[in-house]
């Protein structure tokens, strides 16, 4: 699928680092060094703007190394993309670590998954059909 893209940032255009990879790395388009604190969120802008067909929703998902060695992850996990939005991507991340986090320009700070959706068209009931797990929920199916 070919995807309209304009890139600001002086960095390489989003890839798949592997033939089987479903996510492509974005980066930090920053002037200078942001020094994320314990519990603080922002704004990290990437440089990219792109223009999706409709249908089509892109996904901005944590980086699984950030997370698990230095407690940073995307907020809104994953954030949407929307096919009519037009300005620069940015990704909300936040440092769920204690210690001090810093963000270089150019760092890869989360990946960019590209789906297809479907819209719902709404139909209203009285009633919905029955199931075994009925109305149970958070958990109600167990843990083992």
Request: hydrophobic share 40%; charged share 20%; net charge positive.
């Amino acid at each position: 699928m070919k995807i309209n893209i304009i890139n600001t940032s002086n960095h390489a255009l989003p890839s798949y680092e592997t033939l089987a990879s479903a996510g492509m790395d974005l980066r930090a388009n920053i002037n200078k060094t942001i020094s994320l604190q314990p519990l603080e969120r922002c704004i990290v802008q990437t440089g990219l703007f792109i223009e999706l067909p409709v249908g089509i929703e892109a996904q901005v998902r944590p980086r699984s190394g950030l997370a698990a060695k230095h407690g940073v992850t995307v907020l809104n996990a994953p954030g949407t993309i929307d096919a009519d939005y037009r300005g620069e991507i940015g990704v909300i991340l936040v440092n769920l670590s204690n210690t001090v986090f810093h963000i270089e320009n150019g760092e890869r700070i989360a990946q960019l998954v590209i789906a297809k959706h479907e819209r719902a068209d709404w139909q209203l009931v009285n009633q919905l059909s029955k199931t075994k797990r009925g109305e149970g929920g958070f958990g109600s199916t167990g843990v083992k």
